[in-house]
């Protein structure tokens, strides 16, 4: 157990959030992350329609009897005012909104208490989360695996300046999967860590295996951005298709052109068969510090563990020492 107000808040035991992942963030990684203490987002993006996200919420709650939410991605073509009457009929405690302004829904979702809060790449939108009445942040640095938005702002000045101007608490997102990094975070007044491309190399993750070992062999340089030309940059693998995408972009290539690399089915076949000949993958630069592939239970433990021990030896390694002493 390790509280922060964003544990009281979820009522979860870590100050862990796994990431909205289109298409992988189903049950059954859901329950293993709401299992292993954190807090696991079923991911409406993820399903055609609302009763294929019911099913699947379902599915869940067999697998897991601690609180999970719904990530809505706001904006892409999907049917979004069925996804939110979904979250409503099942009862979910707390939604994640991301892309696209969530105001239309915040007063919806309070009337039925349920939690809103906001991913947000910069100051200005979390600031304008807050007003429309969110009830948490997540602020998500250029490190991040998909969008961080167009400012290129890493998450080390993002959190701290979400943190001196907002009252709602923080929550940290683009380059986590360490416990060390989770301190950091702490350090810099953030109350929970969000983790994307940590949880792709997890055995109950849907992603197809092949990608999986894939992950594992990649540095820290292995991803570019994509997209930036329909002003929607992603961060995602580095593979040939992602590069020859990239310089189709800046060739000045219309949307009909970059549309078969960024379609949904692309992608879908993507994850499901590892055929990389057309969709591309989401990842972030933290997928330098992944190294194998472990139960999520184990990531989450390991995380937990790795801050405990950090948190000790910096304050042994700075017990005797004042800022004075090296004046
Ligand atoms: C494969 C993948 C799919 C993602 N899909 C979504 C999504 O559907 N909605 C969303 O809000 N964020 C999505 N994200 C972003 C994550 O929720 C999270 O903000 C991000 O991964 C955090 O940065 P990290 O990758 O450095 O951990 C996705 C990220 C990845 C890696």
Known sequence: MLETTITKMFNIRYPIIQGGLQGLGTSSLVAAVSNAGGLGLITAGSYSSKEEMLRDIEATRRLTLEPFGVNITIGVRKPMD??????IEAEIPVVFTSGNNPEKYIDL??????????????????KKAEKLGCDAVVVVGFECGGHPGKDE???????QKAVQQLSIPVIAAGGFS?????????????????????????????LHSLLKSRLLQLQETDTIIVKKSIGKPARVMKTDVAIKLAKLEENGASFEEIFPFISGEAYQELISTSNDNRGVLALGQTVGLVNEIKSVQEVIQEVITEYEIQLQSLANHFKNTT?????
């Open 82 to 87: 069925e996804f939110v009457e979904g979250v």
């Open 109 to 126: 979702f309070k009337r039925h208490n349920i939690k809103v809060v906001h991913v947000v790449p910069s100051i200005r939108f979390a």
């Open 153 to 159: 702002v890493t998450s080390l000045i993002l959190v």
């Open 178 to 206: 360490t416990g060390k990094s989770m301190l950091a975070a702490f350090a810099l007044g953030a109350q929970a860590i969000q983790m994307g491309t940590r949880f792709l190399a997890t055995k109950e993750v849907q």
């Open 323 to 327: 800022c004075s002493d090296r004046v």
